[in-house]
């Protein structure tokens, strides 16, 4: 096996050396004195991959430096050459090895530690920059030809240019990185959200002010310029530190790409400033990020607490079912055992008395039947929930009230909704008419139920509408209408299974399917208008900790 793995193992680390050193040769031609990729390369692949492939990338390093620095000794010099072959990811590995030994940059597969990151980038620049100045100081021109100018401004020209670079590779890559690791539904990045908010919000945005920069003179170059990171600012609130870094890369190549001189003093004060915007947006970006998730790790919490009340419910609903089954089947034993005695009795037994008996039989089976009825319709059981509204308990408890009844069924989707969704809305259903019956007589009773599909979740609405007896409530004939209403709304609780929950108590129930309760009661009429969505069993919810 070790025979088999070495080659694989060299072939990885001959592949990772010449990569590296064929993309420093790329960014390195593309780069200018103010923008230099190449430290963002750096940085970018000592954060992200392991410490043994760290020799193969010194060496992937190595390979065009030191080509460099030898063909142009003849120039510069021994001294200059001996220095300029030196690689800068040697001190830079010094670097990040103690970041990484002291922190984790990728804290899990969506956060990052930025400031890690930024704190990495800054020391990487300012190491560059003094090896910068020690190659720049070891030149020797020939004679009669003046030594390169050394001071404050070039150094901190030095320093910009690494740091820039450095931030316009380092963040997007680790960002992309970051993305096709999390992401598992087969989507491309390029079809994404981000993708595309970077294309309309951030890409277009910055080829227009390019063109203005182009068209423009003066002082106003510099204002175009400046205003290149506004697309960052309203990618950055939308997407986090994945949009700044995105979008301070597009911005940074807008900049550099408006420079017409070499060292162009405008554009080197404009990448300063595209350079702090940057940080600090991703600073931010991070913050955001981070509070983003906390507050989508509280609303999964939420939802697995409904979810864990949702499916209380339902199986409190299959026990009131039991318990149904089973007093409807003690209630037949108990009618074949009466009558297996009375045959055993019949002789001995007066007539009145059998019949009496068999009476009082009779009574108590109705009266199990009714109590399982009201535990548990049987209607419902059969026919569903519609059937049960129109013609069962629901529909006898309202003419028993004395008042007409009609429902009215619209929409889609109502057999499709889960069983417990089903079953709340029938329990809701008898709490809210038995409300409406408390608050005195009725006349007519109007159900009205509608079903429906929107954003991937289905819902139903149920209406509930009442409209007042038209009764004098000053004269002796109101008080025992009043009185005889009463014993109907209590009758009617019983016959419903109902348990007089208030409005209160009804909306609490509604929340938990994440609906929601209206009240609406004048002189005429009594109103109550309930929202119920489909059960979260139903639909995919994806329950990360707060912690991911």
């Known amino acids: 096996m070790g025979e088999v793995l070495a080659p694989r193992a060299w072939g990885r680390h001959v592949a990772v050396c010449l990569g590296y050193a064929l993309s420093y040769v790329l960014l390195r031609h593309v780069s200018v004195s103010h923008w230099n990729l190449p430290a963002g390369l750096r940085v970018t692949c000592l954060l992200l991959l392991p410490y043994r492939y760290w020799p193969a990338l010194l060496i992937g390093e190595c390979i065009p430096v030191d080509y460099h620095a030898w063909h142009c000794m003849d120039d510069f010099g021994w001294r200059w050459s001996a220095l300029a072959a030196i690689p800068p990811l040697l001190p830079l590995m010094a670097v990040v090895a103690w970041a990484r030994r002291h922190a984790r940059l990728l804290q899990d597969r969506y956060r990052i530690n930025m400031p890690m990151l930024l704190g990495v980038i800054l020391a990487g620049a300012v190491v560059t920059a003094i090896d910068d100045v020690f190659v720049v100081m070891a030149v020797q021109m020939p004679v009669g030809q003046p030594a390169p100018m050394l001071d404050a401004q070039v150094i901190f020209g030095y320093f910009m240019g690494n740091y820039l670079g450095a931030l316009a590779i380092a963040p997007t890559v680790i960002a992309i990185h970051l993305a096709r690791s999390g992401k598992h539904d087969g989507e491309p990045l390029w079809r994404s959200r981000l993708a595309k908010d970077t294309v309309i919000g951030v890409l277009t945005p910055l080829l227009v002010l390019m063109g203005l920069v182009f068209s423009s003179q003066g002082d106003s170059m510099q204002v175009f310029r400046i205003a290149m990171f506004l697309p960052v600012v309203w990618l950055t609130s939308r997407h986090g530190w994945q949009g700044a870094a995105l979008g301070g890369t597009l911005a940074s190549i807008a900049v550099t790409m408006t420079s017409s001189i070499v060292r162009d003093p405008a554009v080197i004060q404009a990448q300063a400033l595209i350079a702090f915007a940057i940080t600090t947006l991703l600073m931010l970006g991070s913050r955001i990020a981070h509070q983003s998730q906390a507050s989508q790790a509280r609303h999964m919490d939420t939802l697995r607490g409904f979810q864990l009340a949702q499916q209380g419910l339902y199986l409190e609903e299959l026990r009131l079912r039991q318990a149904a089954d089973t007093l409807e089947h003690i209630g037949h034993t108990i009618r074949e055992n009466h009558n297996r005695l009375l045959d055993r009795l019949r002789h001995v037994l007066p007539s009145n008395e059998e019949r009496t008996y068999s009476r009082q039989v009779a009574l108590a089976q109705h009266e199990m039947h009714r109590l399982a009825n009201a535990l548990y319709p049987r209607g419902w059981r059969e026919r569903g929930v519609p059937a049960t509204l129109r013609e069962g308990p629901f529909a006898q408890a309202i003419h028993m009230a004395g008042a007409t009844y009609a429902c009215e069924l619209s929409g889609r989707g109502l057999s499709q909704l889960a069983p417990d969704v089903h079953m709340a809305l029938y329990r809701l259903a008898c709490e809210v008419l038995v409300h409406v019956l408390s608050r005195g007589p009725m006349q007519d009773i109007h159900l009205q139920l509608r079903g429906g599909h929107t954003h991937g979740r289905r819902w139903v609405v149920m209406r509930l509408t009442g409209r007042r007896a038209q009764v004098q409530s000053s ?64 639909s995919s919810v994806n329950h990360r900790s707060a912690s991911r």
């Open 475 to 538: 004269t002796p004939e109101s008080d025992r209408l009043h009185a005889v209403d009463e014993a109907h709304w209590k009758q009617a609780m019983t016959l419903l299974g109902a348990s007089g929950l208030g409005i209160s108590s009804i909306r609490d129930r509604t929340h938990i399917y994440g609906g929601d309760v209206h009240l609406r009661e004048t002189a005429q009429q009594v109103s109550v208008t309930l929202l119920l969505h489909d059960s979260l069993r139903a």
